[in-house]
């Protein structure tokens, strides 16, 4: 890492800005070839030294909360979409004077806020069958996130004047979605919401868009979009496709600080802390990509641990390529999105520095 690693103290998130307008230019030019507007999510990237260049590629950002909000002003977005699970009165109405678009997550709060001066719409739960990890999948019958749509459509067929104001839809369906899933979602809402989508200002479709992946089907994407747009050339598709805009822009670095037997397992306490610098570990409990490992066994194998007195803060089991040495630094990568979000200080550690390289 250009001798970086061994000047900076650990531990710290390092971007490489190449890499980041390499995403921003791919999906600059898919806006481009669909006439779609890709919003990018604060919850997933909000380093303030970056936001702005995000900004100036994309067509705005997505928010949940004021103090997102700030950062999207601060950063010029130039459309600012709100959506959160519920909002208290005078917080929603201070935000709606900022904001482009809002969402709105449930029919109590349709009618608490429809007279609110600003293009709303209702977050929609279609409930599509896909293979999605339980704890992020938005479909399941019993989330909390989005209105069933069977209860939005007899609600809108039955007394349709309650929804004069509502100029949007949002579906949030997908995850880390290479083509497939979207095509099922299209159909899904032309299918269903046909009586719905002539009145309509704007879509926003959400995230789980995979669209930096050199595996996503740009082709069946543009042609869907090129197709429903024909038939609904007054409706603007907005997505907020979350970690594609970041995904593989950047690496975590850590020190080894101790290595310890026990019951013939080696065990490597690093400088960080699932708890503080990679809290999605723990929640999603996903197996981190990290550099000088391999899939097949080697004779190396070592549990990476965090330096905290919680038992549980076990970051995972590698395969590496030679001996750790107590010193040697640990890269993991691709660990741009939805990490630095989430830090805390947790046993008393520092936040983990960030660098833009």
Same mark, same amino acid.
């Given at each position: ?44 990237? !909000? ?55 809002? @969402? ?13 001066? +600003? ?20 479909? +399941? ?84 979009? !090129? ?45 960080? @802390? ?19 490992? !391999? ?63």
């Amino acid at each position: 890492m250009f001798g970086m690693s061994k000047i900076m103290p650990t531990p710290y998130f390092v971007m490489y800005e190449n890499k980041l307008m390499q995403n921003l230019n791919k999906l600059k030019e898919l806006e481009e070839k669909t006439n779609v507007h890709i919003l990018h999510t604060v919850k997933s990237f !909000n380093q303030s030294s970056v936001l702005p260049t995000i900004s100036e590629k994309l067509s705005g950002i997505s928010i949940t909360s004021p103090k997102e909000l700030g950062m999207a002003q601060t950063a010029n977005a130039k459309h600012i979409h709100l959506y959160a699970p519920a909002f208290k009165y005078d917080v929603l109405e201070s935000m709606s004077k900022d904001i482009s678009t809002l @969402s709105l997550n449930s029919l109590n709060q349709w009618e608490t806020f429809k007279t609110l001066i +600003v293009s709303k719409g209702l977050r929609i739960n279609p409930k599509l069958s896909l293979e999605i990890p339980e704890h992020c999948n938005p479909n +399941v019958t019993d989330s909390r996130l989005g209105i069933d749509a069977v209860e939005f459509l007899d609600n809108y067929h039955n007394n349709s004047n309650q929804f004069n104001q509502l100029e949007g839809l949002h579906f949030h369906a997908l995850f880390q979605d290479k083509g497939e899933g979207f095509t099922l979602l299209i159909q899904y809402i032309e299918k269903n919401y046909s009586a719905v989508l002539p009145k309509l200002k704007w879509i926003n479709l959400g995230g789980g868009h995979d669209f930096t992946s050199p595996n996503y089907d740009v082709d069946t994407f543009v042609k869907l979009l !090129n197709d429903f747009e024909s038939s609904y050339p007054n409706i603007k598709i907005y997505f907020e496709p979350g970690e594609t805009v970041t995904q593989s822009c950047g690496d975590f670095v850590t020190t080894v600080l101790d290595i310890v037997t026990v019951n013939k397992k080696q065990i490597a306490i690093l400088d960080t @802390s699932i708890e503080t610098h990679l809290l999605d570990v723990a929640i999603v409990q996903q197996k981190l990509k990290v550099q000088n490992t !391999n899939q097949e066994p080697t004779p190396y194998l070592y549990e990476l641990s965090g330096n905290s007195c919680l038992q549980g803060d076990i970051i995972g089991t590698y395969f590496f390529t030679k001996d750790l040495q107590v010193g040697e630094q640990i890269i993991f990568e691709d660990m741009m999105p939805y990490t630095m979000v989430k830090m805390t200080k947790f046993n008393g550690m520092e936040k983990a520095k960030f660098y833009l390289v």
